[in-house]
Every structure is written in C-alpha cells, then in structure tokens.
C-alpha cells in the first residue's frame, strides 16, 4: 500500500446520509457517514437545495478531524445522473455542475457530489473529479436493440464498484484491465450484470428499472404481458406499479425483508419459502452470467461477484458459483467499498496513470 502524499477528499451524498473521508494515497485517514435526519432535509424542495446544508455539514466534520484543508491535492464526489458517458474520472467542469444542478435527467442525492467537490477544489484551486457513475454507458450498439423502437435498453449500473474490482483484479494477476474479459456480478439492494471486454463494459442489465435479476428490493425483468395486464387493471396506479418495480420488489415483495442476513436466518430456521426465495435469487443471477458468457462467446477471464450479498459464503454464493463455474474462474470480492473506489479514481489521474476525461 503507498501513500504518495496525494491528500485526497471523497464525498458521496445518499438520500439521508453524506459519506466523507479523506485519503493519503489509497491509505484512509479517517472517514464518517454524517446522518440527515428527515426533518433537517425537509425545507428543501430539490436535492439541489440541500448543497449548502450538506457542504456545511463536510466541513465541521473535517474540522473536527483537525485536518487542514490546505493538506488536500484533490476533491472527489460521487456521479449523478448525468448523460450518458463512457467510464473513467471526469474533470468536473462548469458544464458538468450546471448539469447536475438542473437535475433534467433525474434528482438524485449522488448529483451534489460532483458539485461539493468542485466547490471545494475551487476554493482551494485544486482538482476536483467524479469517477464511472452510474450512467456509464460503453454498450455495444447491437445491445440496445429490446424489441420494440420505442424502448431502448439503457446502461445503468454499479459501473462505480463494478469498475474498481475490475482493475483490482487485474492488479492482482499482474496484468491489465483492458487486456481482460470479464463478467462482474454486484449483488446489493439493486443487481447488475456487467460483460466487460478489454476494459468497455459492452453489454449490462439496467439495475434501476425492471431489467435482468430480481434483488432484494427490485422486481428485475417480469413477464411483460402479466406486467401490462396489471398496469390496466384499475387497481394500481403509476406510483404503485414503479414501487413495485424498484423498492417494494424483489425479496421485499416476496419475504418482507430486503435484509440477506435475516433471510439466512430463517432458511437455518427450516423456512423453506425463504430457501426457495434465496435460491431464485442465484438462479436468476447464474442465468445472467450466462447470457453475459454468450455476449463475450465464451472467452471470459473471470467471474467476479461483488457487493454486500457477496457476503453471504454459506448459501447464495455457494448457490451461484454452483451453477457457473464451468464458464470460467470464480472471483468473489464482497462489499461496495465505494470510497476506495472514489479515491483510486482520482489517484490513477494524479499518478498520471490516466488522463482526467472531458465532460462535453
């Protein structure tokens, strides 16, 4: 592990909570989840509106630390929802901060990242990134063809972990990720399955909106036609059918709990509902890899299953890895690790191992 005297700040805004920390190289210095309870959040109206209120938050945070500001060669936040790019660290320039302001691709707590950092960094004139959010999008062309014209698949994903584990195994093996192919499952509160060939990721479930593998809170891909007869039957409306989708899906709709853990325990509580559930669940992931193994025509690296289900050693992975491993090798990297992430965004560009894309 080095330190390389890059002092590096990374923020990542979720819906009721900032995640700050601050690195010397990749090494953490210290790192807080600041907690924003509901009614502090209340009298804004837009995401936006809450910058000030979470930028004075960061900042009695880091004096706390008695960490000087000054120490800090670049500010790193997580992406919004911006327009469609191709992975890598981003320049957060004046362009990209009116985008993530105006919000017209959607509001999102992960928009004020790139703003706090580039606020940040001006004031201190240094660098300020955003790192593969989640509107990564290197599909190949062929990709996005659904089935009908008026829908299009749409790349978005865990491109922000699923891009860091890429390069840490690659790392590993001594080699680079563009030189590898690879399928990297991130299995969390949404699920995405990515085909990663020489470092584009070429084909991915949406994660967001009832695409691929049901997960503990999204319903993934329905039968379309039982999902329209639904729609029309009067007895849902757009709200409840969307809820169904994303949030109220997936184990949640099945079990009544989007938490791994407790589905566990009821399975070693001979609950044979919550191990056919589970077990669906790695089916539907297995059958995912596999149609990402067909993108890449068998010539896959790698399996790699990530994210906070990873975790679960005892039944899930076991489950998946079961059904896969005649594909390839079988990597598991549990946990986000979102942070690290950010910060090895940033000191890739630093390092002068890549060169900081443009938001245009």
Not at 129 to 154: C, N, T, W, Y
Not at 176 to 183: G, K, T, V
Not at 307 to 324: R, S
Request: proline share 4%; hydrophobic share 40%; with cysteine.
């Amino acid at each position: 592990m080095t330190t390389d005297k890059e002092f590096i700040l990374c923020i990542n805004p979720g819906s009721t909570s900032t995640k700050v920390a601050v690195f010397e190289g990749n090494l953490l210095l210290f790192e807080e989840t600041l907690r924003h309870a509901a009614q502090e959040l209340t009298p804004y109206p837009r995401i936006a509106d809450q910058y000030q209120f979470r930028r004075e938050a960061i900042t009695k945070f880091i004096a706390s630390q008695e960490f000087p500001m000054q120490k800090l060669t670049a500010v790193v936040g997580r992406g919004g929802l911006l327009k469609p790019i191709p992975g890598g660290t981003y320049t957060v320039n004046e362009l990209m901060a009116s985008d993530l302001k105006q919000a017209e691709r959607g509001e999102h707590a992960s928009n004020l990242g790139g703003l706090l950092a580039k606020d940040f960094a001006s004031a201190l004139n240094i660098p300020a990134f955003i790192v593969d959010p989640v509107v990564v999008d290197e599909m190949q062309p062929i990709a996005r063809i659904s089935g009908h014209p008026l829908i299009e698949r749409k790349s978005i994903f865990h491109a922000l972990n699923q891009k860091a584990v890429a390069k840490r195994y690659a790392q590993s093996k001594g080699t680079n990720y563009e030189e590898l192919n690879l399928i990297i499952a991130h299995l969390g509160g949404g699920i995405s399955v990515g085909a990663h060939e020489n470092g584009k990721v070429i084909d991915v479930n949406n994660a967001l909106d009832g695409d691929g593998p049901f997960s503990p809170e999204r319903s993934g891909s329905l039968p379309v036609g039982d999902l329209a007869r639904l729609c029309f039957s009067g007895k849902y409306t757009q709200g409840d059918i969307k809820k169904m989708l994303t949030g109220q899906g997936g184990l949640i709709a099945y079990l009544g709990t989007n938490d791994g853990r407790e589905v566990r325990r009821r399975i070693e509580a001979q609950d044979d509902q919550a191990r056919l559930v589970f077990k669906a669940l790695a089916y539907q992931v297995a059958k995912e890899i596999g149609a990402m193994a067909t993108v890449l025509r068998g010539q896959v690296d790698a399996i790699i299953i990530t994210g906070g289900l990873a975790y679960d050693q005892e039944y899930l992975i076991p489950w998946v890895k079961e059904a896969v491993q005649f594909i390839g090798p079988v990597e598991v990297m549990p946990g986000e690790d979102e942070m690290i992430a950010l910060c090895e965004g940033a000191l890739r560009v630093l390092m002068g191992q890549e060169t900081a894309q443009i938001y245009a």
